[in-house]
């Protein structure tokens, strides 16, 4: 088909400042265009945050002109296509308006033939401020919608159906931006226009029915030719405007989640007159498990009927400026997400539906997804007019996202329900608001089940399912929970272990960037944890204090501002291994866990455990370890330590490895090995201890488990005193020897949390290790960046961060 782009230099002009005129990108925001005309500093760097805010309060125009030949003019239509349209936008073709928008998640394909003319065209896009609009909507509502005074730092923003956390979150900068941030391009169609295909799949034992749905413009007898799984079939269009057929394929090739299988994708191919659509389709049968059981009812995804246990993190946008959003991002941070051992990615409801390229890579490397819709922690309208603009959104991003095998549920928002009992209004007022928010979620309910019967709809994360309105914080026998007990309400990490949730889709703790982060983006100055940069980089109201309250319960206080930043990423691996460790613990009662969250926006100081730069926090170390398909949790009971083995696995699995118990001058006090064969999806106990064996040395000894399963190395370390502040762990003397890519490293004495850090680019094979006494161990530098690695290589650990 032949296409006309619009992609690529265009014109940013503001009637609010008419001496503005600059090129701007698109896909692109204004914000990065405004950057680089050097009109506004970098929003990201030092508190330029606050200095950029006046962009928020104009209007800005987007322009440039495109050239249309004799035969594109003979068309039988041009299409426009354009989505991600931020926000409220008139579309003018040679002065005529084409289209008013006033929603950045619907996608638009308007017939522009009326308007064009042969050579050159102009295309503009007026772009409406947004906050006024906002204030205005408020005014006229029939009762007053709360909005999520936290995060926002703008009113009314859920007025808009804008990305929530564009202006402003608990971990994100304020940048109101607009522009268009999906490719613009023109179908020039001659004849008959190929709208969109779709695929269902029948399943029976041993085989599949592929049902391929064309829908294309309402004209009979054009020919379509679709290939699927390398079978051709040829049919001729219908003037209902929709056909199809059906491939039919026996021992297909199952589409599985990471650490359970293969991920084969089949591709399909759908030709009507010179236009073409290309899908990969993954096959797989898919289940979500609710039923009642005798602790309440199950959360448990089912793929291909296997129970699959979830693993993962919470996705939000990937840049505040969407300017800087690339394919090689999306596939840096999928990948490492994977590389974790993490199958599952919740698609937050405060961002985004994501763009094609971050669903592709998904299929491709087995992570689940649980999509939310994009509504979060404020009220929304149920008034006919909001409804209105939210119906297309919704179905045309099922249509859009519903072949890709990756997604596993469709979820109505982001702590909705939660937030009735937020807002004075609602809280005094809870029949009103609960009916609004349920007569809104109802109908996405609807919308989504009538463009996809194939996937459950899950009202609100958390939920504790249907027609239930309570409070899925703290009820850990059904649905999904968001547990903020120790980030938000200050328990201690041990509240991780007087929960057994079926499935925790949120949980998460907060530490500061890393020393070679806070370098890119805080000025030496202000390297101190209170100074302006660091404060206005921390969107937690109480984040700091919190981090550095926890750091007196359980350490030494670090004696640095790059010990604190370090002991912090420490601190925020042992909150987050202590929920996954013991809730891997208790499968198969606990059938999922998301921690909150995978990625940063822009550098700041955050629950992420990747930074914004895509280096790994300590945490993403420790979570390749603990999500590992094979894994030996510690368990304490009231008179044992217990070591489990548990299988996140099809096949069963045999597991060798070693138990020490040793102090911290290195003696070893004990040694066990262990040989076992765990069943799939299995969890048993491997080895335990009496308690009165060790409680005398709880100050002076740990235990370390190393295993082995398919050649596969992990490892796993315990401590029996409560706080590690209690610790009489030795100082360490780590040597440091590097070749090329190559580290090895050497200590005296038993060394925890070692950890290293460059200030290039690249991670390493492992960091926040146990690294034992007299034991070389060599790591990899996975990078390209020696020259860095060679003069800022450093190595932390514990013992010498105080
Ligand atoms: C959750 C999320 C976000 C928030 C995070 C940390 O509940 O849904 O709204 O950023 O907590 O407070």
Known sequence: MSQVSLNGDWTLTSPTHPTICIPMVIPGDNYQALYRANLIPHPYQDTNEQDVQWVNQCDWHLSRTFSLSQSNLNASSLLLNLSRLDTLADVFINDELVLRSSNMFQLHRIDITPFAVLGENRISIHLHRVDEEAKQRAETLPMPIPWAVGNNQIPHMNLIRKTQCHSGWDWGICLLVSGVYDPITIDVINSIALHSVHTEQIWHQGSVDVVVSIRHEPIAEHELTITFAEQTQTLLSNSSGESSTIFHIEDPKLWWPAGYGEQPLYTLNVELDNQSISKKIGLRQLELNNKADHIGSAMEFVINGFPINSKGANWIPMDAMPSLESEARYRELLSSAKDANMNMI?????????????????????????????????????????????????????????????????????????????????????????????????????????????????????????????????????????????????????????????????????????????????????????????????????????????????????????????????????????????????????????????????????????????????????????????????????????????????????????????????????????????????????????????????????????????????????????????????????????????????????????????????????????????????????????????????????????
Request: charged residues 25%; contains cysteine.
């Open 346 to 802: 919740r698609v937050w409801g405060g961002g985004q539906y994501e763009s094609d390229m971050f669903y592709n890579i998904c299929d491709e490397l087995g992570l689940m997804i649980w999509q939310d819709m994009m509504f979060a922690c404020s009220l929304y309208p149920s008034t006919e007019t909001f409804m209105n603009d939210v119906e297309p959104e919704i179905r045309q991003q099922i249509q859009r996202l519903k072949d890709h095998p990756s997604i596993v549920l469709w979820c109505g928002d982001n702590e909705v329900i939660g937030a009735i009992g937020w807002y004075d209004e609602s809280k005094n007022n809870k029949t009103t608001y609960t009916v609004n928010y349920d007569r809104l979620n109802r109908k996405i309910a609807q919308w989504i089940a009538e463009e996809d019967p194939s996937r459950r709809f899950w009202s609100s994360s958390p939920c504790n399912g249907d027609m239930d309105f309570g409070d899925a914080w703290h009820n850990d026998n059904r649905g999904d929970m968001h547990f903020w007990d120790v980030w938000h309400s200050g328990k201690s990490f041990n509240a991780y272990l007087d929960i057994k949730p079926r499935f925790c889709s949120e949980f998460g703790f907060q530490s500061w960037p890393s020393f070679a982060e806070v370098k890119r983006f805080v000025p030496e100055q202000d390297w101190n944890v209170t100074s302006p940069t660091f404060e206005s980089h921390q969107k937690n109201g109480r984040g700091n204090s919190i981090i550095t309250e926890m750091f007196t319960r359980y350490f030494r206080f670090p004696s640095s501002f790059e010990n604190m930043l370090y002991l912090s990423q420490v601190q925020q691996s042992i909150a987050i291994k202590t929920g996954c460790e013991y809730w891997r613990a208790i499968s198969p009662i606990c059938r999922g866990m998301l921690y909150w969250q995978l990625n940063d926006n822009w550098p700041v100081s955050s629950w992420s455990s990747i930074e914004y730069s895509g280096r790994w926090k300590q945490l993403h170390y420790h979570a390749k370890r603990f999500f590992a398909p094979t894994y030996v949790p510690f368990e304490e009971t009231e008179t044992e330590l217990r070591i489990r083995a548990v299988n996140d696995s099809r096949d069963e699995n045999h597991l060798d490895g070693t138990v020490y118990w040793m102090d911290f001058d290195g003696e070893i006090l004990g040694q066990w090995s262990m040989n076992y064969t765990i069943e799939a999806d299995g969890n048993d106990v491997i080895w335990s201890l009496c308690k009165e064996k060790f409680q005398l040395n709880a100050n002076n000894s740990f235990f370390f488990v190393e295993t082995r399963v398919n050649g596969i190395q992990n490892e796993n370390t315990w401590f029996a005193a409560p706080t590690f502040k209690q610790l009489r762990i030795q100082k360490a003397k780590i040597e440091v020897t590097l070749n090329g890519s190559e580290i090895t490293l050497c200590s005296d004495k038993p060394a925890f949390f070692t950890h290293l850090e460059h200030d290039g680019n690249g991670r390493f094979t492992d960091s926040s290790f146990t690294l034992l006494p007299n034991t070389p161990r060599i790591i990899h530098y996975i990078g390209d960046d020696i020259e860095t690695l060679k003069q800022t290589l450093r190595v932390y650990d514990l013992s010498n961060s105080y």
